[in-house]
């Protein structure tokens, strides 16, 4: 379909496509259900498109471009192609709009741009101008109780009450790979995303950046939810009020166990806590990440753990990499309260708190971490714990003789590759850290120097 098509046209070619995306879903649904394909595939050429689909035939604002199962949407073409890897998406800007009514005036905008089913696929696009608000969610997709695919998309400047750029609730979980989320917000919580009862996407190799809310969970929101996180990455989003707005980069609550694995988190922020991830009755499992520069903005009464606040928490983190991040009061890397994180070959440098304990900090004694073949910048109790300069790059990788190199600990969750899918190794002229099997401390894995360095065996670390 391209914008210059007719929606009495039956779309199978480009000389006769549709000109609206709902006719064309429509067109491949019937197909379909006939029997006659298991499913098709609408190919949209660049341009911008407005949702016509009225969930409520009363209120403009239900417009929607409402996906269906086994109907995949590819964007990027520029109305040539013969084969869909001919297309240029990143060329070929498709735009899905929700700026329906007064252009460029956001308040009579659909409450959701998309909205997802089960089976179906959206690929290639950019989603922008929904408007949840006031009460709605989901302003770019919203998805309940259905889990599409959706890849290679854009999500920029959707707002809503809740997951400003997608919600996902009643047990929904799409795949999302390959998206960009930037400049989205939220009135409550998830300004890029929020997951809820029950929703657990898959995210994986998505950009988090610019995201606001105004509550919890700049960029990512997960309550009672579990997604699975990896190779992606969350900077400069916030979370901000005047009552102490909580995670800047991600907000887990209410039992929510999410798997973040190869992320990082840089230079998100938050007014009350945690300006990278906050924990709360959520206890997520955290491996080969960075948390750099973030920071709790608000003292005296807020600005509690620059990196990571936890409450009644037992989170698992694991070569990972926490520096300069910043507390107004107290925790610059991490900060628990009732809360016992497992810490295991991780690096703790070069944060700050404005009132006490730079790097961990422990607000009473139900918080006891088991620290153990960390470096951890002043020191902390446990086996093969160091208290000396990582000799970190600008970028986070180690300098040769760095202390770090081969001296992790073994564990089951230790990874055989790093953050950047390099392979952890050991290297035969440095001494093993006790028990340990040469796996490094942090993100990154010393990849040694050509013919300087020999490594000594496969890696195996359990
Ligand atoms: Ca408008
Ligand atoms: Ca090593
Ligand atoms: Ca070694």
Known sequence: MTTSGNDNNDGSGWSCAFANVQPAITSGTHLVTAGTCSSVEVWVAAGTYKPTYLTDSSDARSATFQLAANVELYGGFNGTESTRSARDYAANVTTLSGDIGVANDTSDNSYHVVTGATGAMINGFTVTAGNGNPWSTGGGMYNSS??????????????????????????????????????????????????????????????????????????????????????????????????????????????????????????????????????????????????????????????????????????????????????????GGIYNNASSPALHNCIFWGDVASLSENEIHNYDALSTPIVTT?????????????????????????????????????????????????????????????????????????????????IVTSFTCQ
């Open 374 to 454: 960390s470096i951890i910048a002043g020191g902390y109790p446990g086996t093969g714990n160091l208290d000396v300069d990582p000799l970190l790059n600008p970028d986070l990788t180690l300098q040769p003789g760095s202390p770090a190199i081969d001296s992790g600990g073994c564990g089951s969750t230790v990874t055989a590759i790093d953050i950047l899918g390099n392979a952890r190794w050991d290297i035969a002229s440095v001494a093993n850290a006790a028990g340990g099997n040469g796996v490094d401390i942090g993100a990154y894995e010393y990849q040694g120097a050509a013919g300087t360095d020999t």
């Open 146 to 331: 259905s889990s599409p695919t959706v890849s290679n998309c854009t999500f920029s400047d959707n707002s809503a009450l809740a997951g400003g750029g997608m919600q996902n609730t009643h047990s929904s979980s799409p795949t999302v790979t390959n998206c960009r989320f930037s400049g989205n917000s939220s009135y409550s919580g998830g300004g890029g995303i929020l997951n809820e009862s029950s929703s657990s996407p898959t995210i994986t190799n998505c950009t988090f950046s610019g995201n606001f809310a105004r509550s919890d969970g700049g960029a990512v929101g997960n309550a009672d939810s579990s997604p699975t996180i990896a190779n992606c990455t969350f900077s400069d989003n916030v979370a901000a009020n005047d009552q102490g707005a909580e995670g800047g980069g991600m907000y887990n609550v209410g039992y929510s166990t999410p798997v973040v694995t190869n992320c990082t988190f840089s230079h998100n922020s938050a007014t009350g806590e945690g300006g990278g991830m906050v924990n709360i009755f959520a206890s997520p499992t955290v491996t080969n990440c960075t948390f750099v520069g973030n920071s709790a903005t608000s003292g005296p009464s807020y600005g509690y753990g620059g990196g990571m606040y936890n409450y009644l928490s037992s989170s698992t983190i694991t070569n990972c990499t926490f520096l300069a991040n910043s507390a107004a009061t107290n925790g």
